[in-house]
């Protein structure tokens, strides 16, 4: 059995999809749907069961999986860069995983891979190597980041990263990220305001290094992401803290621009107040 957590997010659910394409169907997702339009993202899934992601930690800890399973991807986590309850977000991205790797790790044959983040880099002062040395050293600017550098670091201090992959994903954009509301990708906000409005809002800079619209980040295609990802099960002997970008940042106007070139528009940005928190 493969265990996908967050399988019913954006990421989450798209490795489900290229794992069915790869003849895998013995899969258990593990989400919380809540309220929110992630069910729809499992309709064109197929997979042998759901569990929400509560009573599956329960479950793992009573020592249901113990056996059976050869992979997990842990994907599942609060993803909101602007989340402001600290304990919420150490519950469910720190202490959530920090519980449920032991279950899996050094088991013979059990894979485990599981979502870090970009935003661990912070400003990007240090650069942007996913070499060990330089991962202490890192400061998040927000406390998703920090929830994720946290359990980086404890995977270090205690040796579990010698046997898993965190994986460090960039600017992911593409299928299934409709329920995210603000949170989703520059990317899919810039292609439904011009095809809609015929105009991309995009923030303005507050940096005076910077012009509107010359931020730059590593913009990554959800599927480039997952064959990324689902590259690693082959590489068992493969373990630590890794990149998933293409190491190419380009500007939001050259997104922007990429999009009214795609809709046959012509270019009409706006540039628009940053809500605050999101300097």
Not at 185 to 199: C, E, T
Request: aromatic letters at 12%; one cysteine or more.
């Amino acid at each position: 059995m493969i265990i996908v957590t967050g399988g019913a997010g954006f990421i989450g659910a798209n490795i489900v999809k290229a794992l069915n394409e790869m003849g895998e169907e013995n899969i258990l997702i593990v989400d919380h749907l809540g309220q929110t339009e992630k069910w729809k993202n499992l309709v064109d899934l197929n997979y042998t069961d759901f569990e929400d992601k509560g009573r599956f930690l329960e479950k793992v800890e009573q020592g249901v999986f113990d056996h059976g399973v050869w992979a997990v991807f842990h994907m599942g986590a609060c993803s909101s860069t602007t989340e402001m309850d600290a304990d919420y977000l150490m519950s469910n991205n720190f202490n959530y995983t920090k519980r449920l790797a032991p279950a899996f790790v050094g088991k013979k044959g059990v894979r485990f891979i599981y979502a870090s983040s970009a935003a661990t880099y912070g400003s990007g002062e240090l650069g942007y190597s996913d070499d060990h040395e330089t991962s202490p050293n890192l400061r998040p600017l927000n406390m998703y980041g920090y929830s994720k550098q946290l359990f980086d670091m404890w995977a270090m201090r205690t040796k579990v990263l010698d046997h898993v992959v965190g994986l460090k994903y960039f600017n992911v954009f593409g299928p299934n990220e409709y329920h995210k509301g603000d949170m989703r990708s520059v990317a899919i906000r810039a292609y439904f305001q011009a095809k809609m409005d015929g105009r991309v809002r995009l923030f303005k800079s507050y940096r005076p290094d910077y012009n509107h619209g010359e931020q730059m980040r590593d913009f990554i295609y959800v599927k480039d992401a997952v064959a990324i990802t689902l590259a690693f099960l082959e590489r068992p002997e493969v373990n630590g803290l890794f990149n998933v970008g293409t190491g190419n940042p380009r500007t939001f106007n050259d997104l922007a621009s990429s999009v009214f070139n795609a809709l046959n528009t012509p270019p009409d940005i706006e540039y628009i107040e940053m809500p605050p928190g999101l300097e």
